[in-house]
């Protein structure tokens, strides 16, 4: 039996913030405004003490490898991610990490490379041309890979990624040469809403139809996401031949939860676990079998 956790959009801030005075004419600031006027930040009060929790209650339980699904931070400051990659302990336990649009705020924060220097120990694998993303990693007897579907955009209403043709080129190859096993894709952009229906144009994957295509003739069998903060499980998404789990947010208020996947060859077993504030543990929520072929 090989044991995962996979988390998702923690959101956590730091507390001196490397602001320039260029923030204050992009999309930062939006995003502050969201944090501080709009209540985000009292939605993740807590976000500090539930992941203590969580990665303390990970070790006991044993969880093997950790897929972390995006949205490590608030703004996408460095201040933020290495706070993070401290409270994830990212140093000690091994994992996987994709970014979320969060964490590439900016179009500046997307590519100073902050967010793959700091979570560089959680991307590690086999990839392609020598390129970031997608990459691989090789997990009991499956393979995750992870693709980064999250772009810098310039205009604050715009929360839209994109794996883009050459991401997308090189994950058919990869997908084409891994040795076999199951293979689960790692993003942090939804395949689908909740209910099924397709995120809207400003907040969606521009290309998912493009990844979908690719990843269905390179056999994914399963799509692992987070962005939406509230957890799901979809086994016949419209969007996509395959099973997708969206893990929801770790840590904010009420949607604080976390999925344990354990597998065997290609039956795996998915358990949600959901925080409980007044005895500070997580619970058993949901479970449900998937079958990775
Ligand atoms: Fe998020
Ligand atoms: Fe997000």
Redesign the pocket.
Known sequence: MTRLAHLS?IHLTAPNLEWTRADWFNKRLAAWANLRLLGRAKRFRHSERVIDRLMGELRQRSVEHIVFS??ATALGFASEMRRAAEFLQIAELPGLAVP???DYCTIPAARTGDFERVFAPWQQGRRVDGAIYPFAQRVGDAWLVAVNS?TGNRWAWD?SGAAGLEQRQRLARLLETLPPGPRILVT??PVSLASGKKERGYRGLRDLAELVDVAQRGNVTLWLH????RAYYLPQPPHAPFPVVCAGSATQIGAWSYYEYTFKDAALTALRRHYNFDKNVFEDAESFQIQLT
């Open positions: 959009d995006g949205d979320g649009n969060h999250c929360a942090h952009f987070g962005h939406r903060h």
